[in-house]
């Protein structure tokens, strides 16, 4: 999965919010949409390691950074749905609805 | 997952409620918030907004705590008091209206930052209180009109209409405005079980994004119109018939952006001046900043016109025509239900599943007909007795196919 950022978001923000919004959500006794299970196997992991971002270079515009997100190998399918339904709705609320964007898969 | 309403974070709307309401209340009492002192006072408070992130951040201290906190540091400005007798007035009704600001007085619970926020703010959103309201004017307006003079309503699959907020980095539009808002509305499906049965509710969620630290007056009262154009433009479109799911447009649609548009300027005009919709109140402000924002976004004659404004333009030529000869044939009243009824009806069909953008050429083509058999000396007839059929039978559907099969002959004869 790929996506960019906009320029003025600085991605060490990014990651430390990721960093707390995975702990927001483990500390949650009733997460709203992942069951407590589901989310077991990757509690030992930070939220930047349920979705990691890697650098790829530049987006389709100047103003945005290319990143691909690598999911955590263990229960990738729940990562992404936490990467999906939480961190990154998260993510747009704190530093803007236009500050991460989906970009197409390169072929 | 249920489609639940999404709110601007705690932190951006501690820094929106003191913005939105020192500039309200500078209006209120006719201070140009562009003059000193009321530019210092303003810029004071943005900058205490830009150097206090983290103090906003913090999500232990009440949105109430932090808007008098953000007026108290921002009135200690050097040399505001004593220039202008009407900012000092208004500065003492900030000071008072902060103070007057009780998150306890809104829904109960006090907003922490946490995932129940978004409800908090959905029940009644004091702190966003002019936004709450323009959403809920269009909201109530289009449901009226649609409930009223749309024959396809009645058998279209009506949307759970969702309201939410968002902050934007860049400025929503391309228009050369300082508008600091902008719209979009999302369309969702909700599974809803009853028995053994199972079906899917249309959800559409509008969502009012803007730039905060830039957010102006003139754009809070301008997002009454922005909210009539999702609402009456998008919220209902592609619902009938009910069974066929409907699609995020891929392709831009200048029915939607025109023809509806001019609707909903209509809309916002006759509610105005008493005579849309029972219960809603638009204010003169909000139709002039609407209409201002309608018209430059509609002009391809502007310096620096909107990108497809000339399309646009087309789209409200004809929705303007339309109405000007269904009223000249039927009459006032008559001529405007006639109206209202074709355009709602038009927005609410649905596209096919296999040639998901065919409705949308098919509109465009309306568009171009109307367009050109209304508005230039060389009438259409056919066009003019379509809309003359349309307006004793009142069958969009029909009206809608006659057009069509007048165009398919237009181009043929074109080539």
């Known amino acids: 999965m790929r996506i960019a950022i906009h320029e003025k978001i600085d991605i060490g923000d990014v990651r430390a919010e990721m960093d707390r919004a995975w702990k927001d959500l483990l500390a949650d006794p009733a997460p709203s949409g992942f069951s407590a299970a589901a989310l077991d196997e990757l509690r030992p992991l930070q939220g930047r390691q349920v979705a990691g971002l890697q650098a790829e270079g530049h987006g389709l515009d100047p103003l945005t950074i290319a990143y691909l997100i690598a999911f955590a190998p263990v229960a990738a399918e729940i990562a992404k749905d936490v990467w999906t339904n939480f961190l990154l709705p998260r993510l747009r609320k704190k530093f803007g609805d236009d500050a991460i964007r989906d970009e197409p898969d390169r072929r | ?415």
């Not at chain 2, 500065?91 to 995932?115: E, F, H, P, Q």
Request: glycine share 6%.
């Open chain 2, 1 to 415: 997952m249920a489609a639940t309403p999404r709110h601007l974070s705690l932190a951006h709307r501690k820094s929106l409620a003191s913005l939105a309401l020192t500039d309200r209340i500078l209006a209120e009492f006719h201070v140009d918030s562009n003059t000193d002192p009321a530019r210092s006072f303003r810029n004071s408070l943005k900058d205490q907004i830009r150097l206090n992130k983290e103090t906003l951040e913090n999500n232990a201290t009440p949105l109430d705590a932090a808007v008098r906190w953000l007026i108290d540091e921002a009135s200690s400005t050097p040399n505001i008091l004593g220039q202008d007798e009407g900012f000092d007035g208004a500065l003492t009704a900030i000071k008072r209206a902060a103070a007057s600001l009780k998150c306890i007085d809104c829904s109960g619970s006090i907003c922490n930052g946490g995932a129940a926020d978004d409800e908090i703010v959905a029940t009644r959103g004091l702190c966003i209180s002019e936004f709450m309201a323009a959403a809920e004017q269009a909201r109530r307006a289009s449901e009226h009109y649609y409930g009223t003079y749309s024959s396809l309503y009645r058998e279209a699959g009506k949307p759970r209409l969702v309201f939410s907020t968002a902050m934007v980095i860049d400025r929503p539009h391309s228009y050369a405005l300082e508008l600091e808002v902008g719209g979009k509305t999302r369309f969702l499906q909700e599974r809803s079980v009853r028995g053994q049965q199972q079906s899917f509710v249309p959800v559409s969620e509008v969502i009012l994004q803007t730039r905060i630290r830039e957010l102006n007056r003139s754009s809070v009262l301008a997002s009454t119109y922005v909210l009539f154009h999702e609402f009456f433009c998008h919220a209902f479109q592609y619902l009938h018939p009910e069974d066929a799911s409907r699609v995020e447009l891929q392709e831009w649609d200048y029915f939607s952006e025109g023809w509806m548009d001019h609707l909903a300027i209509d809309a916002l005009e006759e509610i105005c001046t008493g005579k849309g919709a029972p219960d809603v109140v638009v204010t003169s402000d909000q139709l002039a900043a609407g209409k201002e924002v309608h018209l430059v976004r509609s002009n391809p004659y502007v310096e620096n016109p909107a990108p497809h404004a000339a399309k646009i333009r087309m789209g409200v030529d004809a929705s303007r025509e339309t109405r000007r000869f269904l009223t000249k044939l039927l009459g006032e009243a008559e001529g405007r239900e006639a109206y209202l009824a074709l355009s709602l009806d038009l927005n609410l069909m649905n596209r096919s599943p296999e040639d998901p953008d065919r409705v949308v050429e098919d509109r465009h083509r309306v568009v171009n007909m109307v367009r050109s058999g209304l508005t230039t000396k060389v009438g259409k007839v056919e066009v003019c007795e379509a809309l003359c059929d349309y307006a004793y039978r009142k069958d969009s559907l029909k009206f809608f196919m006659d057009i069509k099969a007048i165009s398919f002959i237009h181009l043929s004869l074109d080539k």
